[in-house]
């Protein structure tokens, strides 16, 4: 008997470790992504405008297959992205920072320009990641299209894009390592690249698309960003010869814009062949203004572009997708959301783990995704011309801004880093920054000037 006893509790004790391994399993399976975790596409435009985009009342050229996009998602009017130019716009996005917290704060140049603009030469490896929070939680993760976050020109020591959590990547000229088929030159582009100007869109997408196929046993991470809608605009091979005037013309700009949406399409198409449609968050908006905005409305009436801290460089149209969690055909006009707060907003909204020493200068906004408007708690803070040396292109006139500004509620200041230029205006009433008010509310203004001025001298100094 004592030996039919020990069998009986040799098996026993066999199916209790079982179930017990099989409970750590599933615990460990919860914490880590599965075939139901959705897939994550962010598209980031290159200085495409507000009014760019037909669904946000643009009257460029209809954009149809954006606005599908936006038609089957949520559309947010008070988007904001971290900086009116490219490498800042790039690196608040990709680490939910501000971008001068890591010393980048206009495009990375060559490694004179950058000193002399007291920037460093790319992004710390050792940032925080979007690439790696999803790789982390157990996504295939890739970046497709512009990076501009170190490399190119004289930068030869640039980090890999792997270093930031991607597994597979194509990138153009500004890159650590471009894509040869993209960059026969030592340049952005040129007539003999393998894969021409107007076709890389279209590169992109394709690579996007195979990387969602080949990895249909998990759950994918993309970064699509392509370098359309940036000028000059070579719409096919006659472009490459042509004069200035013709590159930066309002028909080559349709040109390309029609191409572009094409493009959105047969990304958009590819998901549905795919049959991934329904667990695919896409997110669709720009990094900065339109460099050029005598084309129609490019800047929707809104004051500024592309260089400039008015609306119109640092206002973005936005879209978000996600069937069954992000309501449809919704606008919501209230929320002010910053590309800062995308990093937590994912996180929260997917149930990732952000490291425990990650401090995000956005906070979570995965509610207003969900389509519950609400107000912003932080303030939106932003820096452009930090000491007016190479900035390139800076605008002049009235689309100049002073170098700072700040958001809070309906309320937007801006002033130079010395103290100089104070100007207040109220977005919901004056949304083209027409009407400085600072006389009109000297306590707020003053108020306002304080927060961001000591906003300011608590930024790092390039060492």
Request: proline share 6%; glycine share 6%; hydrophobic share 35%.
């Amino acid at each position: 008997m004592c030996v039919i006893k020990q069998k009986k509790f040799c098996f026993s004790s066999l199916l209790i470790a079982f179930l017990l391994l099989a409970m750590l399993v599933g615990c460990h399976q919860e914490k880590s992504a599965g075939a139901s975790s959705p897939n994550v596409i962010i598209i980031y435009t290159d200085d495409m405008g507000y009014g760019d985009v037909s669904s946000f009342g643009g009257d460029l050229l209809p954009t149809p297959n954006i606005d599908k996009l936006a038609e089957e998602g949520l559309k947010l009017t008070n988007f904001y992205v971290a900086s009116p130019i490219c490498s800042p716009s790039r690196a608040g996005l990709l680490t939910g920072m501000e971008p001068a917290r890591w010393n980048i704060t206009s495009f990375l140049h060559t490694k004179k320009a950058n000193r002399e603009r007291e920037m460093v030469n790319y992004l710390d490896p050792n940032a925080p990641s979007m690439g790696r929070l999803f790789k982390n939680a157990g996504y295939a993760t890739a970046h497709f299209g512009k990076w501009h976050l170190g490399g190119g020109r004289d930068v030869d020591n640039a980090p890999m894009i792997t270093e930031y959590g991607f597994d597979e990547y194509s990138s153009t000229w500004e890159s650590p390592d471009p894509d040869p088929l993209l960059t026969a030159k030592d340049w952005i582009w040129s007539p003999e690249d393998s894969i021409k100007r107007w076709n890389r869109t279209a590169c992109f997408v394709t690579k996007t698309l195979d990387f969602l196929e080949e990895n249909k046993d998990k759950p994918c991470f993309v970064n699509l960003w392509p370098d359309d809608v940036h000028t000059p605009w070579v719409a096919s091979s006659d472009d490459y010869s042509a004069p200035r005037t013709t590159k930066w013309s309002y028909e080559n700009l349709k040109l390309v814009m029609q191409e572009y949406d094409n493009q959105m399409g047969r990304l958009i198409e590819g998901i549905e062949q795919l049959g991934i449609v329904d667990n695919t968050l896409i997110i669709f908006t720009s990094d900065n203004g339109p460099e050029l905005v005598d084309h129609a409305d490019r800047a929707h009436g809104m004051r500024g572009m592309k260089w400039s801290l008015y609306e119109a460089g640092i206002r973005m149209p936005f879209i978000i997708k996600y069937p069954g969690v992000v309501p449809k055909n919704t606008v919501d006009s209230m929320s002010v959301v910053s590309a800062l707060d995308l990093f937590p907003s994912l996180a929260n909204l997917l149930q990732l783990e952000i490291p425990k020493d990650y401090e995000s200068s956005g906070e979570d906004r995965s509610e207003v995704f969900k389509g519950k408007p609400s107000t912003r708690e932080k303030s939106l803070f932003w820096e452009y011309g930090r000491n007016n040396t190479r900035f390139f292109k800076y605008p002049e006139g009235a689309n100049r801004s002073p170098n700072l500004a700040m958001r809070i509620g309906k309320w937007k200041v801006l002033i130079n880093d010395d103290g100089t230029r104070l100007e207040l205006f109220d977005l919901f009433e004056d949304p083209g920054e027409t009407v400085n008010l600072k006389d009109q509310y000297p306590d707020l203004a003053g108020q306002m000037k304080k927060e961001l001025l000591t906003w300011r001298k608590e930024l790092p100094e390039l060492e």
